[in-house]
Nanobody, 123 residues
Framework: QVQLVESGGGLVQAGGSLRLSCAAS?????MGWFRQPPGKEREFVAA????????EYSTFVKGRFTISRDNAKNTVYLQMNSLQPEDTALYYC???????????????????WGQGTQVTVSS
């Protein structure tokens, strides 16, 4: 496992943008973002392979969010544009330190999780 530290959450008005960052303490393979809206279960948002050649997005963020990574910094980013109130959630970073998948979209693909960063979008 690796340690993950997220940053970049906050309060933004609808239509605004935020960029989340997640720094890992060591080498990782697939890295992803999940979120948990109030009163709901955790859901997949986006993921990226170590090579950066493969990405996956959930249907509700495709076209608005962009995932990227800097392997030299062991950091993954989530650029979120056109934010809507329904994007309000606790956002979690996840990392696979075992190399079990190229790009994972399920919680079981990951063995390391951050503490979460809150994103609140006001209408």
């Amino acid at each position: 496992q690796v340690q993950l530290v997220e940053s970049g959450g906050g309060l933004v008005q609808a239509g605004g943008s935020l960029r989340l960052s997640c720094a890992a303490s060591g080498r990782t393979f697939s890295m992803g973002w999940f979120r948990q809206p109030p009163g709901k279960e955790r859901e997949f948002v986006a993921a990226i392979s170590r090579s950066r050649l493969s990405t996956e997005y959930s249907t509700f963020v495709k076209g608005r969010f962009t995932i990227s990574r800097d392997n030299a910094k062991n950091t993954v980013y989530l650029q979120m544009n056109s934010l809507q109130p329904e994007d309000t959630a606790l956002y979690y970073c996840a990392a696979d330190s075992r190399g079990i998948t190229t790009v994972g979209s399920g919680p079981r693909d990951y063995d390391s999780w951050g503490q979460g960063t809150q994103v609140t979008v006001s209408s």
